[in-house]
């Protein structure tokens, strides 16, 4: 097929799943158009912008399942929970490996970029990058590194800054609050956002939170409603892992978030729980009838797509394949309408990626 490829079937164009194709040539969109194209096409199926996973912990792909009965604070909190102890002692080149495997999974699935909570400081961002060397055609990283221990460290700081997109920190009740306050006060100085855990465990006090400034939050299972309308007032996001959490008997509260007006991402979370698989969270929203009846499926599709620059989220009628990204996905046709992929999950995976104006194909 040389370089230059024509895919068509259904393109998602401004908002809206229509009849159409795509062109693509030197790794690049140079044709998005409703209607057949000039050419036969080469593929078929669904296209769309590639995928975001706006919260992932790739570093445990490696570590087996929790126990059957754990808690959410059994397995995760720090620095003792299941999840840290299997990391302190699993060999590093299984993690390193477990990584990269996870990584190439999660292009399969048409995820093109992913927000990644990097544990073990410096060391950690190194083991990721490592993985990232070892993967095939990986997605790109979005780097929120954290330091090794919940104390500020000046020094372990100004080694880890520079190697990660920003910070991503456990929740604000795993620290003590001086130490949290200037960590975060060295990061903002140094030029890094800030995102934190909040409210999956239980409820914390959100203005404490608040005050930090975070750039994005994770969870907020507990949250108030009063908690919500200050989020909303405050124009964070928030990043919900509903298969995540499910496993442990919670429900993100996505309708409540989305009537408050709080901007939602989506995040697969933890990779020892699930496969890096947002399409899939999206196919478990959409299967609580509330949520179904009161969400389109492609508003719920724009919470796991990668957001614009200058925005903190996609309202879902900019969402569509454009006309110089270098990034989407082909998915195989799911049903007799192109929604059915969304309610039925991926399908499979995707038939054919491209990352960085690199192409995969299945």
């Known amino acids: 097929m040389g370089s230059r490829l024509t895919l068509g079937g259904w393109v998602l164009l401004r908002g809206e799943l229509l009849e159409g194709h795509v062109t693509v040539e030197g790794g690049r969109v140079v044709e998005a158009e409703e209607g057949p194209g000039a050419a036969r096409a080469d593929m078929e199926g669904i296209v769309l912008p590639g995928l975001c996973d706006h919260h992932t912990h790739a570093g445990d792909a490696a570590v087996p399942p929790p126990p059957q009965g754990a808690t959410v604070a059994d397995v995760f909190a720090p620095p003792g929970g299941y999840k840290h102890r299997m990391l302190a002692t699993l060999p590093r080149d299984r993690l390193v490996s477990g990584m990269a495997a996870y990584l190439e999974r999660m292009r399969a699935f048409g995820v093109v970029e992913h927000a990644d909570f990097r544990e073990g400081g410096v060391a950690g961002v190194g083991m990721l990058q490592q993985a990232r060397g070892r993967a095939a055609l990986p997605p790109t990283s979005r780097v929120w590194g954290r330091p090794s221990r919940q104390a500020f460290d000046r020094g372990e700081l100004d080694e880890l800054l520079p190697r990660v997109h920003g910070l991503g920190l456990s929740a604000a009740r795993d620290w003590e609050w001086g130490a949290l306050r200037d960590t975060v006060a060295h990061a903002r100085a140094a030029g890094r956002p800030v ?44 990043a919900v892992c509903p298969r995540s959490v499910g496993r442990f008997g919670l429900r993100p509260p996505v309708l409540e978030m989305r009537r408050a007006g709080v901007a939602i991402l989506l995040g697969t979370d933890n990779a020892m729980l699930q496969p890096p698989d947002v399409l899939a969270e999206v196919a478990w929203l959409l299967r609580d009838p509330a949520l179904a009846a009161q969400v389109p499926p492609l508003e719920a599709l724009s919470w796991a797509l990668p957001v614009p620059v200058a925005k903190t989220s996609y309202t879902h009628h900019d969402i569509g394949v454009r006309i110089g990204a270098p990034d989407l996905a082909l998915f195989p046709s799911a049903g007799d309408q192109p929604t059915d992929l969304l309610s039925q999950g991926r399908i499979g995976g995707a038939s054919l990626v491209m990352v960085e104006g690199r192409i995969w194909r299945r």
């Not at 409820?203 to 404490?208: A, F, V």
């Not at 299972?221 to 996001?237: E, G, I, N, Y």
């Open 195 to 238: 995102a934190l855990h909040c409210s999956e465990v239980e409820r914390e006090d959100l203005s404490r939170v608040l005050e930090l400034g975070p750039d994005h939050l994770v969870h907020m299972v507990h949250a108030t409603a009063q908690d919500l309308r200050d989020l909303a007032a405050a124009r964070v996001p928030v």
